[in-house]
């Protein structure tokens, strides 16, 4: 397990952006696949972005692709959501997870999970 931090969350007007941020100080981090997951109010939580350990492939869910942006830095242990386009329907809590197993990342089963970050947007 590596410790997780998010960062940039807030309240928004719908149409407008925003960027997640999340950061681990393990020296591991590299060889984590990330994601990005969200839970809205009385909601499952729900599998939004990942990124291999490579910011090689990524993968997106098909209700943010096209408007969301997934990418990496491993030169300073962060992992990056670009939400742009914003919808009303896209305020929830976000969470970064990580793991290194890639099935395990996308099943929704990750060994790592950040604290969770508020993303309000506003209509």
């Known amino acids: 397990q590596i410790e997780l931090v998010e960062s940039g969350g807030g309240s928004v007007q719908a149409g407008n952006s925003l960027r997640l941020s999340c950061t681990s100080s393990e020296s591991t981090f590299d060889d984590h696949n990330m994601a990005w997951f969200r839970q809205a109010i009385g909601k499952e939580r729900e599998f939004v972005a990942a990124i291999d350990w490579s910011g090689t492939h990524d993968y997106l869910d098909a209700s943010v692709k096209g408007r969301f942006f997934i990418s990496r830095d491993n030169s300073e242990n962060m992992v990056y959501l670009q939400m742009n386009i914003l919808k009303p329907e896209d305020t929830a809590i976000y969470y970064c997870?990580?793991?290194?197993?890639?099935?395990?990342?996308?099943?929704?089963?990750?060994?790592?999970w950040g604290q969770g970050i508020q993303v309000t947007v506003l209509s």
């Open positions: 997870a990580g793991d290194l197993n890639w099935g395990r990342l996308i099943a929704g089963l990750p060994r790592s």
